[in-house]
């Protein structure tokens, strides 16, 4: 069968975090809410808020897509914070930056990406998060990946989170494949693989430390340089979605 894509998730199979992001991201906020907003802001607010407002935002099933200027601007209505738009979208920009500070590209990725384009593979990123396509770029491109990538997917623009299809044929449709002739590769059975064979991709279950098994639907790697052992054998020991 031919592949002609190969999509990613981001968060566990591209990239890692190298710090807890939480706590520096809410302290960005809340010190831009107590310089522009004349309120009496602490992190810890903040830290409340969202869970007193993500449960209402996020549907059971894991399928739901928040989003982080949606998030924010519950929240400072949560806390009786006076802000308007412009403040919130301020906000959620600090809030990014502050959060994606430790993001780290695993060592083996940017290899694999290259040897993708190199042989004439499409490739791009479906991810669950709460932060949009536009906010991701700009980092991706500082990171070396965006000549990669065409295209970047955030459940946050679509409004649905995998397991849900929806994110991955949005990626599919920039890219003019059908989902027949891609893969996705992702690091969670729940969300990706379950994802990937909603929407009619096979599925490879990115496993760094060796604890899962394969299974009917989804094969599994240790590492991602294996792909080319894997996309070199035509994917004959993949079973089908």
């Known amino acids: 069968m031919t592949v002609r894509a190969v999509l990613f998730d981001w968060e566990g199979t591209l990239a890692r975090q190298g710090v807890e992001p939480g706590p520096a991201a809410c302290a960005a906020v809340a010190d831009y809410a107590a310089r522009n907003l004349g309120v009496d802001a602490r992190p810890a607010d903040l830290e409340r808020a969202f869970t007193a407002v993500l449960p209402h935002r996020s549907p059971s099933g894991g399928e739901g897509a928040p989003e982080i200027r949606g998030v924010l601007g519950q929240a400072f209505t949560w806390l009786g914070w006076p802000a308007s738009a412009g403040d919130v979208e301020a906000a959620a920009r ?16 940017r290899a694999v990406l290259a ?41 946050a623009d679509v409004g649905l989170a995998k397991p849900n299809p929806a994110p991955l044929r949005r990626a599919l449709a920039d890219l003019g494949v059908p989902p027949h ?12 693989i379950a994802g990937a064979r909603a929407a009619g991709l096979r599925a490879i279950l990115l496993d760094r430390h060796g604890r899962r098994r394969e299974a009917a639907g989804y094969l599994v790697i240790q590492r991602l340089s294996a792909l080319a052992d894997v996309l070199g054998e035509g994917l004959s020991p993949l079973a089908g979605p």
């Open 94 to 109: 600090l809030f990014f930056e502050a959060a994606s500070r430790g993001l780290q590209v695993f060592d083996d990725a």
């Open 115 to 155: 040897s993708l384009k190199y042989r004439g593979y499409r490739a791009g990123v479906v991810t669950n998060s709460i932060f949009p396509a536009d906010y991701w770029r700009p980092l991706v491109n500082s990171l070396g990946l965006a000549g990669y990538l065409e295209t970047f997917v955030s459940s």
């Open 181 to 192: 002739e891609a893969i996705f590769v992702g690091d969670t059975l729940a969300t990706d």
